[in-house]
């Protein structure tokens, strides 16, 4: 089976820096997306790892531990308007694509 | 924009009717997906399909079938709807390259109610 553990909630202020943590348990492993989902709307695509290390891309980073079955996403320079759900995603090669649950992320002033 | 498309956006339909999401593409992506939305659960799997014709069950299945007869339409029907099915539901679809899958791209999904 597979597993998938995100915060279920965070709260950071504006223009600061906030890490959101994901561990996977799955049955083989092929990469791991990371959406963005604003209430009432459908998730959109942020990053994706597929081997070890740090993804930059502008104010978010995603990095990835496939040994220690770990993903983080890090933005920076918050905004209100990332405050939204962020979604962890495994696919594995036999397996289709299972998320999280989700953290939902506050930004505040 | 990824070429995806869910019909219909918006349903009320009664406890026991039968129920029909359809999700057309025009990317010709090899993956299908249909999840359903709900407080407190995420996203979760409903049924997939890796090809025409190819489809296997998700974690939350009961209740549920789905049809892939061409690459553009999946079909997800509810054959007699009950409350518990009362969601949104979203169709993601999914290509590979060079051997790896690309990332999902979501339909803007359908709010079904059952009453």
């Known amino acids: 089976g597979q597993n998938i553990d995100q915060p279920t909630e965070m709260t950071a202020t504006e223009g600061a820096i906030v890490q959101i943590n994901c561990t996977y348990q799955?049955?083989?492993?092929?990469?791991l997306f990371w959406y963005q989902q604003h209430a009432g709307e459908a998730p959109t695509f942020l990053s994706y790892n597929v081997l070890d290390g740090l993804e930059e891309k502008g104010r978010f980073s995603s990095f990835l531990s496939r040994s220690k079955g770990y993903s983080y996403l890090l933005l920076k320079e918050l905004q209100m308007k990332d405050s939204a759900s962020y979604l962890c995603?495994?696919?594995?090669?036999?397996?289709?694509?299972?998320f999280g649950k989700g953290t939902r992320l506050s930004v505040i002033a | 924009d990824a070429g995806i498309t869910q019909s219909p956006r918006h349903k009320v339909t009664e406890t026991g009717t039968p129920v029909t999401l359809r999700c057309h593409q025009t990317e010709n992506h090899r993956y299908m997906y249909w999840y359903r939305q709900d407080p407190g659960h995420g996203l979760r799997l409903i049924h997939y399909?890796?090809?025409?014709?190819?489809?296997d069950k998700g974690e939350v299945s009961d209740g549920y079938s789905v049809s892939r007869s061409k690459t553009e339409d999946f079909l997800l029907t509810l054959e007699s709807a009950t409350s518990s099915q009362t969601s949104v539901y979203f169709c993601a679809i999914q290509s590979q390259s060079g051997g790896m899958n690309t990332e999902a791209f979501f339909g803007q999904g359908t709010r079904l109610t059952v009453v």
């Open positions: 995603a495994v696919f594995s090669g036999n397996t289709p694509l299972v």
């Open positions: 399909s890796y090809g025409v014709k190819d489809t």
């Open positions: 799955t049955s083989g492993f092929n990469g």
